[in-house]
């Protein structure tokens, strides 16, 4: 019995031809922003989804990341007896990536979706096509200040989600190991730089703007109905995901690889 592979050739095309136009999208961001057009009056609505929105979510997932982290690097380090370190082990492995990865993976879920959602129905229902009659560029209308409002958020955000981990983490040393709040601290200012606080901007900056194109160009490129416009949501989360993921390894071999004489 043959088995008709075609529907699934014709998906994977189309997968690859959506993500292809992200990349485009994103140059045509970059050509718009260097001309200075946008709706800068639409980036405060947007900013708020960006960040007081999804603040709540971001500091309770820290706070918890924060206080696993630390027990379980502890009750390694007891072993050695130097569980009094377990300060500089968050800083380097949460701060640096945990707490960038956590924030962003949340932003994408809530914030990410949402914008493909929200331009994937006003896709299906032509409402983009009315902004073309109005002579109204829709990524100026619609994209542009979505990006702008994920890129200023997205490190304030992570910001925020350290400290939620770092006082996570102080409470879970003081209540489990007996490790005072201030030894903690101390062990994590002794290994958090000046330039880990910069690398985390820089990777708010980077992920807002990979979560904000991903999510607007999955949905300009919704055809359909209300089921396909589920779909775009839930794939450019998922995109949105691997990007990030991917994006993270690479700015680790660029900031943290150490050539080997």
């Known amino acids: 019995m043959a088995v008709n592979l075609q529907p699934t050739k014709n998906l994977e095309q189309l997968w690859i031809v959506r993500c292809l136009s992200t990349v485009l999208l994103f140059g045509q961001i970059s050509l718009h922003i260097l001309q200075g057009k946008t709706y800068y009056g639409k980036v405060l609505g947007h900013t708020v989804t960006a960040g007081p929105a999804s603040l709540p979510p971001v500091l309770l997932v820290s706070g918890f990341a924060g206080m696993i982290f630390t027990i379980q690097t502890a009750r390694e380090l007891v072993r050695f007896g130097a569980v009094e370190n377990v300060g500089g082990a968050f800083a380097l492995a949460f701060c640096r990536e945990l707490a960038p990865i956590l924030t962003a993976s949340i932003i994408a879920g809530q914030v990410g979706s949402a914008f493909a959602a929200e331009i994937g129905a006003m896709r299906v229902t032509e409402q983009i096509d009315a902004l073309y009659m109005l002579k109204t560029d829709p990524i100026d209308y619609l994209v542009l200040p979505r990006v702008i409002a994920c890129c200023l958020m997205m490190p304030l955000m992570m910001i925020l989600a350290v400290i939620m981990g770092i006082t996570g983490g102080a409470f879970a040393a003081s209540y489990f190991y007996q490790v005072q709040p201030e030894t903690f601290l101390e062990s994590v200012r002794d290994f ?45 989360v998922v995109t949105t995901w691997v990007a990030i993921f991917i994006m993270d390894f690479i700015l680790a071999l660029i900031l943290f690889e150490k050539p080997i004489l």
């Open 192 to 236: 958090l730089t000046p330039s880990d606080v910069f690398i985390i901007l820089l990777k708010g900056l980077i992920f807002g703007l990979i979560v904000a194109v991903n999510g607007c160009s999955w949905g300009l490129t919704t055809k359909g109905g209300a089921k396909e416009v589920g779909e775009s949501a839930t794939t450019a």
